[in-house]
């Protein structure tokens, strides 16, 4: 089987921006790679080659406005839908079928799409989230008033530079189980050169409050959607946590399974990848 010492980079036309991808195999069962918020497709550099050996495909995408793939333009914005409709136009041009492994943001937007063409998603694996906290439809007025705001501050802000080595803090500061050597190299792929120093990769419109709450009650008519085996991956750790009912009702309506990684945090792919790419194969074999 091919399988790349390095990943291959590759642009794609998809939903009407280029998105950037990486491939570290050319053969076996597509497993589409989504990374988190305000992150990018080289934060599975250290489980991807494992799922190769094991003789799967996997590809990890940089997200709409992150990392190499293009941002929005003026007068645009990130939702959801827009994830998915990237998803499902990547999946017709990749091999029309994938099992999806999302973490974070990603892990929620695989939830999204896996409910909106179910019989193109053959497993699901959500690492440390299984969408937010219900926020309420009585929160959206409020939001639309503190997201104008946001946007208004966003267009007169200037690009934000920094070093690498305070690249890498910052991310430790934030999540501080990421070892070093991760958050180094988390923080080089996520950055540019601009000058003497770097700026960050993704838009940052990213940073603005989106527009929409999440509600459990639009949330579950996708859930109810989902046919394929669906897999729950959490860190003991995790800052992000779910209640237990919201979390039995979340699991119970999408039939997942359930692996906690102890002394985890909200990175497994980072922290214990090694662990992480152990409990995919196993999950993606069946």
């Not at 601009?194 to 409050?209: C, E, I, N, V």
């Amino acid at each position: 089987m091919p399988i790349h010492e390095r990943p291959r980079s590759r642009f794609l036309t998809a939903n009407r921006l280029t998105h950037h991808l990486l491939e570290w195999s050319d053969e076996g069962p597509l497993v589409l790679l989504l990374h988190g918020f305000l992150e990018h497709a080289h934060g599975w550099d250290f489980v991807a080659p494992r799922l190769a050996e094991a003789g799967l495909r996997p590809i990890a995408l940089d997200w709409r406005g992150h990392g190499e793939s293009d941002w929005v333009g003026a007068g645009g914005y990130y939702h959801f839908a827009d994830y998915a409709a990237d998803v499902a136009s990547l999946l017709r041009t990749l091999g029309s079928k994938a099992a999806l492994v999302g973490h974070s943001m990603g892990a929620n937007a695989a939830l999204q799409y896996a409910g909106t063409e179910p019989d193109r998603v053959t497993h699901l694996v959500c690492v440390d989230a299984l969408g937010p906290p219900d926020m309420g439809d009585e929160t959206a007025p409020r939001r639309f008033q503190d997201w104008i705001i946001q946007l208004e501050s966003m267009a007169r802000r200037m690009p934000r530079q920094i070093s690498l080595d305070d690249a890498a803090a910052r991310l430790r500061e934030r999540f501080t189980r990421i070892p070093p050597a991760a958050a180094r190299h988390m923080a080089y792929h996520g950055t540019r050169p601009a000058g003497p120093a770097r700026t960050w990769k993704f838009d940052p419109l990213h940073q603005t409050l989106s527009p929409y709450p999440y509600t459990t009650r639009r949330a579950r008519a996708f859930w109810e959607r989902v046919t394929c085996p669906v897999l729950y991956v959490d860190g003991a750790e995790t800052p992000f946590r779910l209640t237990d009912a919201e979390l039995a009702e979340r699991l119970t309506t999408l039939h997942a399974s359930r692996h906690t990684l102890p002394d985890t945090g909200h990175h497994p792919h980072l922290e214990c990848p090694d662990v992480l790419a152990g409990v995919l194969i196993d999950f993606l074999r069946r």
